[in-house]
C-alpha cells in the first residue's frame, strides 16, 4: 500500500455518537475518495473531492460529510452514529501519472456502532 | 453507461494451477482498465493496468491480464497459483470523461494446497 493513512483502524462505538474517521496522503494527489465496504462485497463510493474546497457525494447515499481544506486530508464526520453505519470505510487517492489514475487505497477503517 | 462485470463471485483453485478471474466491461470511449487485490481486514493493492500498447499486461505478483478489445473483457491470469495468492479481487474501469473508476463486485479466489 501506498503512502495513505487512515485512523482509526478499528472503532466500536455507541449510537448517536459523532465520530470523524481521520485520512490522509503525503503523495501530493489532489484527488481524493471514500467508499463504503460491507466485509467481502463490493465497494460504494460515498464522497469524492478533485482538490481543496471541493467535494461532491457518490453513488451511494450516505449520512456522512467530509470536508477538505488541505490537499493532504480528507476527513469523513458522522455527527451520529447508527448501527446501519457498520461498515468498513475505505479511503483512496489519485492523480494523473502516465495517462492514467490508479487509486492508492489507505488500510480501511472498521466501524462497529452498538 | 459505463459497467464492469465479474461473472464469478468465487473461484477455486488448487495451488499449482492456472488460474483466471473473469472481467467485462462497457464503456462509451477507450477503456482504462485496473485489477486490485485485498487481503482479509486491508486495504486495496493496486495490481496492474491497460491504458494502451500490448494487449498482455503483466503487473505484481506474478499476475497477468489479458485486454481483448472484442470481446470487452479484461482477465486476470497467473500461471501458477500460490496458496498465498487467496484474496478478493476486483476489477474496475475508467473512461477518459472522468476521473472515478467503476468498480466490480469483486471475486473471491481460494487456492487449496
Known amino acids: 500500500e501506498a503512502d495513505i493513512y487512515q485512523t482509526p483502524r478499528y472503532l466500536v462505538i455507541g449510537t448517536g455518537k459523532k465520530i470523524t474517521l481521520e485520512c490522509s496522503q503525503t503523495m501530493g494527489h489532489d484527488k481524493m475518495y471514500w467508499y463504503q465496504q460491507d466485509p467481502g462485497m463490493e465497494l460504494h463510493l460515498i464522497h469524492y473531492?478533485?482538490?481543496?474546497?471541493?467535494?461532491e457525494k457518490g453513488d451511494l447515499s450516505s449520512e456522512s460529510t467530509v470536508s477538505r481544506i488541505r490537499t493532504e486530508h480528507f476527513p469523513l464526520t458522522l455527527e451520529s452514529a447508527r448501527p446501519s453505519h457498520t461498515s468498513q470505510y475505505l479511503c483512496?487517492?489519485?492523480?494523473?501519472?502516465?495517462?492514467?489514475?490508479?487509486?492508492?487505497f489507505g488500510p480501511g477503517t472498521r466501524l462497529t456502532v452498538t | 453507461a459505463q459497467s464492469v462485470a465479474q461473472p464469478e463471485d468465487q473461484v477455486n483453485v488448487a495451488e499449482g494451477n492456472p488460474l483466471t478471474v473473469k472481467c467485462t466491461y462497457s464503456?462509451?470511449?477507450?477503456?482504462?482498465l485496473f485489477w486490485y487485490v485485498q487481503y482479509p481486514n486491508r486495504g486495496l493493492q493496486f495490481l496492474l493496468k491497460y491504458i494502451t500498447g500490448d494487449n498482455l499486461v503483466k503487473g505484481s505478483y506474478g499476475f497477468e491480464a489479458e485486454f481483448n478489445k472484442s470481446q470487452t473483457s479484461f482477465h486476470l491470469k497467473k500461471p501458477s497459483a500460490l496458496v498465498s495468492d487467496s484474496a478478493l479481487y476486483f476489477c474496475a474501469v475508467r473512461d477518459g470523461s472522468n476521473y472515478q473508476l467503476i468498480w466490480g463486485a469483486g471475486t473471491k479466489l481460494i487456492i487449496k494446497p
Open positions: 473531492s478533485y482538490g481543496v474546497n471541493s467535494t
Open positions: 464503456v462509451s470511449g477507450n477503456p482504462y
Open positions: 483512496a487517492s489519485s492523480a494523473l501519472a502516465g495517462n492514467s489514475y490508479e487509486q492508492y
